[in-house]
């Protein structure tokens, strides 16, 4: 089963400049779940005034802030993200094979 990925957005601070509840940080979380395993890195993204269209603060949508985060992360950062959950998922489905420490031999 391929692994479905998750954005959820966890929290987002304002400032009143240059418009009342203007974001300027948002707390992320991606989540990857693969059968019956699941991992989730998060993330805090900031943001600056930049050209373009306000929405207040009150008609702001989940898809809306996850496409701003996704497009500060661009499209390597966003593939970085899923792998590094990617990576955590394959090592629960295969532990890695960790070395274990042996009393040495001539020692009694």
Do not use: K, R
Not at 32 to 43: E, F, K, L, P, R
Not at 94 to 106: D, G, I, R, T
Request: net charge negative; with cysteine; glycine share 8%.
């Amino acid at each position: 089963m391929a692994t479905a990925f998750t954005w959820t957005v966890d929290n987002m601070w304002t400032m009143d400049t240059p418009e009342p509840g203007f974001v300027v940080n948002v707390a992320w979380t991606l989540t990857g779940v693969d059968s019956q395993y699941t991992a989730s890195i998060g993330g805090n993204s900031q943001f600056s005034v930049q050209e373009g269209t306000f929405t207040p603060y009150n008609q702001l949508t989940a898809a809306q802030v996850i496409g701003w985060v996704q497009e500060q992360l661009g499209e390597t950062g966003v593939s970085n993200t899923e792998a590094c959950v990617q990576g955590q998922i394959n090592s629960m489905i295969n532990p890695p094979v960790s070395p274990e420490m042996q009393p040495l031999p001539w020692v009694a």
